[in-house]
């Protein structure tokens, strides 16, 4: 098969998470809406605990399991493989642990990416709290450097400016503000964080700054909406869009996930990836 009759090819490095609603799951079922060959390498297996308030329960990958996977799947479709079209884009979505940011490091590093998506999450649940603070700056310092694209929630926005944001120009301040440190493109996501009809996300990649805006679809967090945008940034990526045409459609794309999202028995409703095509 030749390279311009092969779909595009994006790598999520993510955690399991058991529900189907978020992490590797929802990426891959992401990349497959949007027309993207989706390839998972996981980090972790996240299990919400029904019988103690549906906390997270974190289980590590090995790490050298996730090296493992990050080199057969370089092998098969990286720039020596030989492949029709290389991977050259990828997603960092829950990494967890030093020892995981380590592998991971090392395998962007030598990985000829182009894209470098990253969904920073930071405090996991069910962590001790010393080694998720251990994480998280382990995450800021040795993989946010190598994102070009980041796209962090209310919370992680705060955490990586060192803002307080409590109103649109706040976003605004800090997704600069995180340009500043990272040098990458930046979708920070004001949700329904922020007071307002309207959920509000705001991009800016040191030149274009643009807020995208969509009206609020209740009041609540939807479970998979960070992941799905990041997801959608990253296929959107993978098939040749410039930063800010990725960020479009990814916002339009969560957006109608949120308006079809999926209820369960769980304190909380489930994106539907595949809400864009039900209307």
């Not at 390498?41 to 289980?59: A, E, M, Q, Y």
């Not at 803002?163 to 800090?174: E, F, K, P, R």
Request: charged share 15%; hydrophobic share 45%; net charge negative.
């Amino acid at each position: 098969m030749t390279a311009s009759a092969s779909p595009a090819l994006a790598l999520t490095i993510a955690g399991s998470e058991a529900t189907g609603g978020a992490g590797a799951q929802a990426d891959l079922k992401t990349f497959q809406e949007l027309g993207v060959f989706g390839i998972a390498n996981l980090t972790c297996i996240v299990s919400f605990d029904p019988k103690n308030n549906w906390g997270h329960r974190f289980v590590p990958v090995d790490a050298q399991v996730i090296a493992d996977q990050l080199e057969a799947t370089t092998a098969a479709y990286g720039a020596a493989s030989g492949a029709p079209r290389v991977l050259d884009t990828v997603k960092i979505g829950m990494l967890g642990s030093p020892a995981t940011i380590s592998t991971v490091e090392a395998a962007l590093s030598g990985g000829g990416f182009t894209n470098v998506v990253l969904d920073p999450v930071l405090i996991c649940k069910g962590q001790e709290p010393g080694h998720a603070l251990d994480t998280d700056q382990a995450l800021k310092t040795r993989i946010l450097p190598l994102a070009t694209f980041v796209t962090p929630n209310h919370f992680e926005a705060e955490s990586l400016s060192g803002l307080q944001i409590n109103t649109l120009a706040d976003l605004v301040a800090a997704a600069k503000k995180i340009h500043e440190i990272s040098g990458a493109a930046v979708l920070a996501k004001g949700g329904v964080r922020l007071a307002g009809a309207d959920a509000v996300d705001v991009f800016y990649d040191g030149e274009t700054l643009e807020v995208l805006s969509a009206p609020k679809v209740g009041e609540v967090a939807v479970s998979g909406a960070g992941c799905s945008l990041a997801a959608a940034v990253t296929a959107e990526l993978a098939k040749g869009a410039t930063a800010l045409a990725a960020a479009r459609t990814a916002k339009a794309f969560v957006t109608e996930g949120i308006k079809n999202r999926v209820p369960s028995g769980a304190p909380f409703t489930a994106l539907w990836q595949g809400g864009a095509g039900a209307n």
